[in-house]
Structure formats: structure tokens, C-alpha cells
């Protein structure tokens, strides 16, 4: 008999993934991404089934960014939470979802930040949602300093895109690697390993809505990307899902930049930018920054930044490394 050629017959699984990584933190980023994957199996299957469930909407409260908060939001949240703590790696978690760092004495001495559902705004239109992640090693410093720790302090980090697949991106050192849930063994199988961001791409993401508020170094890149000039690839083309897991991934894969910069003072209220440093910027740029990427404020390495509190925000342009390098230019005047 054939084999089938619609299966990978060699494809290695999340974890046996896990089970082969090396270094110090080999065990502790082992536990913290299991249980992160098997969370996400959970809410993939809590996404699929929340209309006929009723859990769409609202919860009636709003989070400590000020922002309405849904029923799968605190969901997905205590799902995450309770696999965390299940492993006794994590020791402190820092989640969009919950106002204070949560210490849960896990041993293994991990920080584990978190968005537990991403791009909220599409969860009642069923729109492509994720989680992200990301792992840090305690300092030593005790907690508060561990609550608030730069991106470099990063030893794994990654996101789950819940879309007509399920897949969890991860980068724990060593290249960036996507795995897609198998939902028949409710295992995540690796089906592109070594992923590298294209050195350009021809797309940008950014929410149009926010032109009055951009600064004029924001207007004049996007001024650029849209001109014509047949030479460079311009005009690039627009995408923007409203959901960085989403529009982030279509950079990954295909290249490009994603933006969702500071507003110009006075024009706005989200003058530190709207994504959250932590749990948003800093994973994503870490996947970014190892796939061969770029991740800035505009002006400054976005994993360099010190928080200046668990949810502290930044302005973030994301992608391939000359396009991210070109928006620079903009905001250094060299262009
Ligand atoms: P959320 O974590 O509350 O969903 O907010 C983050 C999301 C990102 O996924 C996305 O890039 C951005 O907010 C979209 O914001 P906007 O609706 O202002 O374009
Ligand atoms: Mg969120």
C-alpha cells in the first residue's frame, strides 16, 4: 500500500518539540509552552463552539486598560491561568486580564506574560483571534522586578492564531517554528520549521481609522509605501485583520510591516501606543527579531525597553527588517 500523500508521515509533534530542547531552561520553557499549547486546544474548541454555548459578548466590566471586557476574555484568561499553575514552573503571571502580576509559587521559577485573547473586537464577528506569550526567568529581584522585565529577559516566546486552523508559533532559542493543531489527536504537529521573515514584502497593516492622529513621520512612510514606483514594489498593498496575532502572522510568512504607532501629542489618547510591551510587542518582536525580523518604537529596539509597569504600552512597527528599517528612516529624518 501508498502511503497517503495528503500526511506528513515524519511530522514531529509539539512534544516531542519540547522534549528535545536544549539549554538551561530546556524543562521550564518545556512545561510553560505545553501547558500554553494545551490551554489553546481548549480555547479553540471554546471559540468554535461560544455561539452555540452563549458565551459572545460582553461580561459587563471593563479591564485595567480601560477596555470592555468580553465573557470569552475572562475565559480564556482562567484557562491559561489554571494550566500555568498546573505545571509548578510559573511562578509569577503577568495577563492582559488581570489588573495585579498573580504569584503562583510555582517552583520552576518562570514569568509567564500573557494576552489570553487577542484582537478581542473580533470575537463576536468571528474573526481571527490569538494568544500570546511569553517566558522570562525569574531575576532574583523579587517579584516586582520580575513583573516588569525588558524583552531581552525573554527565553521563549510565541502566540496561538486561532483561524480556520489552529496554529501555535513558537521560538524557544532556536528558529521560529509553526505548529498546526492535528484537532483529530489534539496534538500541535510542526508544519514549517526554521520559518524567516522575508528582507522586504509589498503589504502594510495599519489601522487607516487613526490617520488624524498620526505622527508626521507615520503619514509620510505610509505616504511612501502608497506612491508608485515600480522599482521598489510600491504601492504596497493594504491588510489589516485588527488583530496583531493575524496581521503580524501574514508579515511572518509573506513579509511586510505592521504598524500601530503612538499618536501625535494632543491629537489622541493613546500617545504610548495602544499595544501592551509585555505581552504584545515583546513576544511578537522576539518571533520577529529571531525569524530574521525587525521590531521598533520608530526610534528604539522594542526588546531593549524597560517597562515602566506590567501593562505598560509602546508603539510598535513590525516585519521585515528593511521596511521596519525604512519606517526608522522616517522617524530619524533620513528620509
Ligand atoms: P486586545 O488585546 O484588547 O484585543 O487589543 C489588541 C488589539 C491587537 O490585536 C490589534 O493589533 C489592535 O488591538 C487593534 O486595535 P484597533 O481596533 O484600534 O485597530
Ligand atoms: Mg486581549
Given at each position: 500500500m501508498s502511503a497517503d500523500p495528503g500526511r506528513r508521515p515524519e511530522a514531529e509533534l509539539l512534544t516531542r518539540h519540547l522534549g528535545r530542547l536544549g539549554g538551561p531552561h530546556a524543562t521550564g520553557v518545556a512545561a510553560v509552552v505545553g501547558a500554553m499549547a494545551s490551554a489553546a486546544v481548549r480555547i479553540a474548541d471554546a471559540l468554535a463552539r461560544a455561539a452555540v454555548d452563549g458565551r459572545t459578548g460582553g461580561a459587563g466590566t471593563v479591564n485595567v486598560q480601560g477596555e470592555a471586557v468580553k465573557k470569552l476574555d475572562l475565559w480564556a484568561n482562567d484557562a491559561v491561568r489554571d494550566a500555568l499553575a498546573a505545571t509548578g514552573a510559573a511562578y509569577l503571571l503577568v495577563s492582559e486580564e488581570m489588573e495585579a502580576p498573580l504569584e503562583l509559587?510555582?517552583?520552576?521559577g518562570y514569568v509567564v506574560c500573557f494576552d489570553p485573547v487577542d484582537g478581542s473586537s473580533n470575537l463576536d464577528i468571528n474573526g481571527v483571534v490569538g494568544t500570546i506569550f511569553s517566558v522570562r526567568a525569574r531575576s532574583g529581584r523579587g517579584p516586582e522586578r520580575d513583573a516588569v522585565l525588558p524583552g531581552t529577559a525573554q527565553v521563549a516566546a510565541g502566540y496561538v492564531m486561532y483561524g480556520p486552523a489552529t496554529q501555535l508559533v513558537l521560538t524557544a532559542g532556536a528558529g521560529v517554528h509553526v505548529f498546526t493543531l492535528d484537532r483529530a489527536r489534539g496534538e500541535f504537529v510542526l508544519t514549517q520549521p526554521g520559518v524567516r521573515i522575508p528582507a522586504r514584502g509589498r503589504t502594510y497593516s495599519i489601522n487607516e481609522g487613526n490617520t488624524a492622529h498620526w505622527v508626521p513621520e507615520v503619514a509620510g512612510f505610509v505616504r511612501h509605501l502608497k506612491a508608485i514606483d515600480v522599482a521598489s514594489g510600491r504601492p504596497y498593498t493594504a491588510r489589516y485583520a485588527g488583530s496583531l496575532v493575524a496581521d503580524f502572522h501574514r508579515m511572518l510568512l509573506e513579509g511586510g510591516v505592521f504598524l500601530y504607532p503612538a499618536d501625535a501629542a494632543g491629537q489622541g489618547k493613546l500617545t504610548s501606543g495602544k499595544l501592551r510591551l509585555q505581552y504584545e510587542a515583546a513576544p511578537i518582536a522576539l518571533v520577529a527579531e529571531t525569524a530574521g525580523g525587525r521590531a521598533s518604537t520608530g526610534t528604539r529596539r522594542i526588546l531593549e525597553l524597560e517597562p515602566a509597569s506590567p501593562h505598560a504600552r509602546v508603539s510598535l512597527i513590525v516585519g521585515s527588517p528593511e521596511d521596519v528599517a525604512l519606517a526608522e528612516d522616517f522617524y530619524a529624518q533620513r528620509h
Open positions: 509559587g510555582g517552583a520552576g
